[in-house]
């Protein structure tokens, strides 16, 4: 499941429908984003600060896998967090990571 994840957000991030960093906040505000996932091991600060603002918005979020595996599928340096753009890819993400979390 780990490495469909991996390469589903390698292709997200070629179709241009990845955020991370301040972009994300802003779209998670605007109520553009459909599925945040959080490396597990990224600070508790930037963990509260996201998780907030998804709970505010009521966008769903998920925690998995580490930053440096998530940096390297979207071809970034040291990415803790990412927002999926597309509703449909957003709901099959979450359903499988739901069944590996949970």
Do not use: W
């Amino acid at each position: 499941m780990s490495r469909n994840f991996y390469q589903n957000l390698g292709i997200l991030r070629r179709a241009n429908l990845l955020l991370m960093g301040t972009k994300l906040h802003e779209a998670i505000a605007q109520r553009k984003v459909f599925l945040v996932v959080i490396a597990m091991d990224a600070s508790q600060k930037s963990k509260k600060t996201i998780l907030n603002k998804c709970k505010y918005y009521d966008c769903p979020i998920i925690f998995y896998g580490e930053r440096q595996t998530l940096s390297k599928a979207i071809g970034k340096n040291d990415i803790v967090a990412i927002g999926i753009l597309d509703q449909s890819f957003a709901s099959k993400i979450y359903e499988q990571l739901k069944e590996v979390v949970s």
